[in-house]
């Protein structure tokens, strides 16, 4: 397992990347990047932000990204924490711009993410149907991902 900072050109890369999910992160400066036979993990300010192609909880939460964002109820939150995909009956509000398949970025009414995946359908879809499942969970708080790998 080798740790090291990005170069100039992996820097441009990699917010290149982000951009791709809506995510400005220029913010972010001496990126470490890990690569093991598994994993290719990104770090800033070590904790990890970008795991196997996918951003992370800790980079949502930081960055505070402003679009593909889904608000759930309280009710909705114990069972995300545990994995469970969410059901469109738990959101009390959802981005305009969400379209099936795109990555959105599920918070709490608090504010905190608490979970990322992907949407089953697009917004209107979902908002006016309001039954059934909405959004696979690819990673979510309580997972090995936020446990430290």
Known sequence: MSR??????????????????????????DIEVENNKKNEIYYFSSKPVFYNGMP????????KVQTHNITVDNGAVPHLMNGSN????????MSSDIKKGDMVFIKN???????IGTANDDTDVIMSEKKGEAVKILHYLNDSIMKGI
């Open 4 to 29: 090291h900072i990005l170069s100039k050109k992996d820097y441009r890369n990699f917010m290149e990347t982000l951009k791709k999910y809506n995510i400005d992160g220029t913010s972010m400066l």
């Open 56 to 63: 992370t909880l800790y980079l949502i939460n930081y960055l």
């Open 86 to 93: 969410l059901f469109a009956p738990g959101i009390a509000e």
């Open 109 to 115: 009414l608090e504010g905190l993410y608490i979970a």
